[in-house]
C-alpha cells in the first residue's frame, strides 16, 4: 500500500488552522468520550452468577477460551503503555496518546471482568507477561514505533485483530451470559479501531472511517493502514 499523505493543505490561514484543529479536537475527543460512556455501562452485569449450573467440561471449555482473551488483553495494555513513551508532545502525538489512554483504560475494564468470569468458573486467570511479541506487525509494515502516524497504525491493527478474535472465539462459549460479554467486548474493540480511522481522517488522510460493513478476517485488509 502506498504511503498515504497526512499533510494538510499548504500556507493555510489562521482561520483555517483554527476550523481545522477545531473538528479535529471534536472528532477525536467526542469518539474518545463516545467510549467512555460505553465503558461505564459495566461488563460485571453480564457475568454468570457463581449459582449457575453449568458441566465441568463446558466451564473447563469457557476457562480455555476466556484465557486466550485475557492474554490478548494483556497484551493490548502492555502495548499502549510501551508506545506511549514513545510518542512526541506535538499535537498528533498528543491526539495518538488521548486515544491510547482511553483504548487502554477499556482493556483494563476488559481484563479485570474476564479475570473474574474465569475465577467464577473455578478457573486461574492467566497472568501478564513483563512484554510481548509484535513484531509480526512490524515485518508486515502494519505499523511501527518510529513516529506518531506509525504506531496509532500499529494501535489500528491490534485493535482490527482483537475485534476479529472475539467474533471468532465467543461463538465456542457454553455459558450464554459469557457469549453476551464477549460479544459487547468485540464491539468495543471495533469501535476503538473506528476511534483510531477517525483520528486518521481528522489529519486529513483521505479514508472511510468505517470501511466495511463488518470486522472480520475476510476484510482485515480494508481496516487497517500499512506504514
Known amino acids: 500500500m502506498e504511503r498515504e499523505n497526512l499533510s494538510l493543505p499548504p500556507a493555510p490561514t489562521r482561520r483555517t488552522q483554527r ?9 477525536v475527543n467526542g469518539a474518545i468520550a463516545s467510549l467512555g460512556v460505553a465503558g461505564a455501562v459495566g461488563l460485571q452485569a453480564l457475568l454468570p452468577d457463581r449459582s449457575e449450573a453449568a458441566a465441568p467440561m463446558d466451564k473447563q471449555n469457557d476457562v480455555k477460551v ?34 491510547a489512554l482511553a483504548n487502554q483504560a477499556d482493556h483494563k475494564q476488559h481484563r479485570d471482568v474476564l479475570s473474574s468470569a474465569i475465577r467464577s468458573l473455578g478457573g486461574t486467570p492467566v497472568i501478564a507477561q513483563t512484554s510481548y511479541d509484535l513484531s509480526g506487525y512490524l515485518k508486515k509494515g502494519e505499523g511501527n514505533v ?9 494501535a489500528l491493527a491490534l485493535e482490527t485483530d482483537a475485534a476479529i478474535a472475539y467474533t471468532q472465539e465467543i461463538s465456542r462459549l ?11 467486548i468485540g ?24 470501511p466495511a460493513a463488518f470486522v472480520s478476517a475476510q476484510n482485515r485488509d480494508r481496516w ?3 506504514v
Open 146 to 154: 518510529d513516529s506518531d502516524v506509525n504506531i496509532a497504525k500499529l
Open 224 to 226: 487497517i493502514l500499512t
Open 174 to 184: 457454553k455459558t450464554p451470559a459469557l457469549i453476551t460479554a464477549g460479544a459487547s
Open 19 to 27: 476550523v481545522a484543529k477545531s473538528r479535529r479536537d471534536l472528532l
Open 66 to 99: 476466556l484465557n486466550g482473551a485475557l492474554f490478548y488483553e494483556h497484551q493490548a495494555i502492555w502495548a499502549y503503555s510501551f508506545a506511549a513513551g514513545k510518542l512526541t508532545t506535538t499535537d498528533v502525538g498528543k491526539a495518538v496518546l488521548a486515544i
Open 187 to 210: 464491539s468495543t474493540e471495533a469501535s476503538h479501531a473506528t476511534v483510531i480511522r477517525a483520528a486518521f481522517k481528522s489529519l486529513g488522510m483521505n479514508l472511510e472511517v468505517v
